[in-house]
């Protein structure tokens, strides 16, 4: 019995305090995840995906290029305007007769040829495709990050739980070392100890409260406005559900062939492949000489002499012409090489986002499957062995067998193994979206 035998009902009045204090402290720990299943649903992550998909403004803005480029549609269907000529002439001559005045009406039209207007028309489909694809892509950019942050502000704010629960700890065992110090069962340095850890676990604890409201904040910004303006709820769903059964069912070049159907940048680059031969088709067509077709009208009216209408000058002259002009500047071909030049870039973007993606889709299953096997490897060895551990240690100092630095330590071991749980979760939810988001899907946690 490590307590003083002249005082033996004080001692286990001590004892039985001592193990209240830090059973209720071991209680509030391991009841944490109960307590969580039992808590009302807070901001799920779909939800939070759609409020992001919602009220973007990048993503509001970038839907603008597809709006504008399908107006683009109708001007390139558009035909060249025709053009009025209108003008009069009157000839010089010092007969001392008036002379007549001519008068010229002439409408000219200039005639596409080489199939431009469908070629315009073709490219500026091909560009609202592309504008379309620019989307998707930008889509796929801003849920990334939005689970990236989503993720973080769950990590930040059940690591500040911990910290609290672990801040709550420390002060009941000062709490029931201030009891025994009076009662002369430990001495000063014991107590001085166990006050200079919790107040430097107090520093900890208000840092992890920054980083939670930080990692909160972040939430806000892909979607514009404050996190409150939008949703109701005060706390984040964070259990998330990160098994990938396609990763099991499927093998790696199965999950490459899929992704190269649907990923975002590959469907970019496609576009973009697609409207650069239409352009090409366009500057090819542009090649062809238009010729130009006018039709006049030119009019001399009777003129007066004298006591009546001379009629023998009037006339009226009907012209049509056809100009065409030299088409000595399609010797040379700089406009076709640059044309060609953009199509062998737009291959070249689209080889190299295949590629990409399959490293994508690869890493990311390597990285999934890393982070599932370490999650695991947390949940089924290391917390239990460490709350195992700091059990045991607390009830050999409630008991006097261990002293209060072997209990600080397997106080710290245990958190550090709860935060290394914590991380390995976050890191499989974020390898999740990653695997995800590679494969061309929605994520979903």
């Not at 240690?393 to 072997?406: D, K, N, W």
């Amino acid at each position: 019995m490590p307590f003083s035998p002249r005082f033996p009902g004080r001692c286990r009045l001590l004892a039985a305090l001592v193990a209240l204090c830090l059973s209720t402290a071991v209680q509030a720990q391991q009841a944490q995840p109960a307590q969580q299943a039992a808590a009302p649903a807070g901001l799920r992550f779909a939800d939070y995906l759609d409020a992001v998909e919602r009220y973007s403004p990048l993503l509001g803005s970038e839907q603008q290029n597809v709006a504008s480029a399908q107006a683009g549609i109708g001007i390139a269907g558009l035909r060249p305007d025709p053009q009025l000529s209108v003008g009069a002439s009157r000839e010089q001559v010092r007969t001392g007769q008036p002379r007549p005045t001519t008068r010229n009406y002439q409408i000219s039209v200039e005639l596409e040829t080489g199939g431009k207007r469908a070629a315009r028309i073709q490219a500026a489909r091909s560009q609202v495709r592309l504008a379309q694809a620019g989307v998707e892509g930008l889509r796929t950019q801003l849920f990334s990050e939005a689970a990236q942050d989503f993720t973080q502000a769950c990590r930040d704010s059940r690591a500040l739980e911990r910290r609290q629960q672990t801040l709550k700890a420390l002060t009941d065992v000062v709490q029931a070392n201030e009891v025994r110090r009076r009662a002369g069962d430990i001495g000063g340095v014991e107590l001085l100890q166990s006050r200079v850890e919790r107040d430097r676990f107090q520093a900890e604890v208000a840092q992890a409260r920054a980083d939670a409201q930080t990692s909160r904040l972040a939430l806000a910004v892909p979607l514009g406005r404050r996190l409150g303006e939008v949703f109701t709820a005060d706390t984040l769903q964070c259990e998330f559900q990160s098994q990938d059964a396609s990763v099991n069912a499927e093998d790696a070049e199965a999950l490459v062939a899929r992704a190269l159907e649907v990923r975002s940048d590959v469907r970019a680059a496609q576009a973009a492949l697609e409207h650069a031969r239409d352009s090409a088709g366009v500057v090819q067509a542009n090649r062809w000489v238009n010729p130009t077709v006018a039709v006049g009208v030119a009019a001399i009216p009777a003129t007066g002499g004298g006591e009546g209408q001379d009629a023998s000058g009037r006339s009226r002259t009907l012209s049509v012409s056809v100009s065409m002009p030299l088409p000595l500047s399609r010797l040379d071909r700089g406009d076709l090489l640059q044309a060609e030049a953009a199509v062998t870039q737009a291959m070249l973007a689209l080889q190299q986002a295949q590629n990409k993606a399959e490293a994508d889709v690869r890493s990311a299953r390597f990285r999934f499957l890393a982070a599932r096997e370490n999650l695991e490897h947390y949940r089924e060895g290391v917390l239990r062995d460490a709350q195992r551990v700091l059990d045991g240690i607390r009830l050999s100092y409630r008991q006097g067998q261990a002293s209060l630095l072997e209990l600080l330590a397997a106080q710290r071991a245990a958190d550090d193994a709860y935060l290394g749980s914590l991380e390995a979760e976050t890191d499989l939810a974020k390898a999740t979206v990653e695997l995800q988001l590679s494969l061309g899907h929605r994520p979903a946690l």
